[in-house]
């Protein structure tokens, strides 16, 4: 399975993204529909963190505090990609986004850059 991170860019403070990973591979899309798969993040000189998660069917969501409210987090299975509304942003969300499994991590994919200015 791969998955392939893709909607970062340079946007202002206050403005918004919207971020994709799609999952490919021979077992991609049953991987990914089973499980619950989740966003990460990682800023320069920091570690990975867990932005946002999403059950297997969609139907129940979990936040970091520091996105609640500004991130949404959702999922469309017949499709294999997952998505991530960011709004609202700030500088501090400016890092290196990733989506896996949530759990057990399949191999990262590359990411993509989120920079936000001030």
């Known amino acids: 399975v791969q998955l392939v991170e893709s909607g970062g860019g340079l946007v202002q403070a206050g403005g918004s993204l919207r971020l994709s990973c799609a999952a490919s591979?021979?077992?991609?899309?049953?991987?990914?529909?089973?499980?619950?798969m989740g966003w990460y993040r990682q800023a320069p000189g920091k570690q990975r963190e867990r932005v946002a998660i999403?059950?297997?069917?969609?139907?129940?969501?979990n936040y970091a505090d520091s996105v609640k409210g500004r991130f949404t987090i959702s999922r469309d299975n017949a499709k294999s990609t997952l998505y991530l509304q960011m709004n609202s942003l700030k500088p501090e969300d400016t890092a290196v986004y990733y989506c896996?499994?949530?759990?057990?991590?399949?191999?990262w994919g590359q990411g993509t850059q989120v920079t936000v200015s001030s």
């Open positions: 591979g021979s077992t991609g899309s049953d991987t990914f529909s089973i499980n619950a």
């Open positions: 999403i059950t297997s069917g969609g139907g129940s969501t």
């Open positions: 896996n499994l949530v759990g057990i991590h399949i191999p």
